[in-house]
């Protein structure tokens, strides 16, 4: 099983950007996948995370109305649209698979991790 988060880079505050997770080994429209950050020195924290049949879709409050998740199972992808970026958004970027089970907006409910994808936003 594999995870390959892209997409990040330098973007000034009000700009966009678009991350995107790529599954390997497994068939993605079997597992819920979600999208963490961590920026230094903080926790890492949920961001974003979708459904394995993409019908439910879940949001942290501080990305609500800004970030939107979405998937494609036949290039066993998942998305995150970014727009409106703030200088606090600047993080490192993971997406997981989540287990069958359990709440999408912790982490202790993912079983497998990506590298991870650098976002700066500057002000």
């Known amino acids: 099983v594999q995870l390959q988060a892209s997409g990040g880079g330098l973007v000034q505050a009000g700009g966009s950007l678009r991350l995107a997770c790529a599954g390997s080994?497994?068939?993605?429209?079997?597992?819920?996948i979600g999208w963490f950050r961590q920026a230094p020195g903080k926790e890492r924290e949920f961001v974003a995370a979708?459904?394995?049949?993409?019908?439910?879709?879940y949001y942290a409050d501080s990305v609500q109305g800004r970030f939107t998740i979405s998937r494609d199972n036949a290039k066993n992808t998942v998305y995150l649209q970014m727009n409106s970026l703030k200088p606090e958004d600047t993080a490192i970027y993971h997406c997981?698979?989540?287990?069958?089970?359990?709440?999408?907006?912790?982490?202790?409910?993912?079983?497998?991790w990506g590298q991870g994808t650098q976002v700066t936003v500057s002000s």
């Open positions: 080994g497994f068939r993605s429209d079997d597992y819920g």
């Open positions: 979708i459904s394995w049949g993409g019908g439910s879709t």
């Open positions: 997981a698979r989540k287990f069958h089970s359990g709440s999408y907006y912790s982490p202790n409910k993912y079983d497998y």
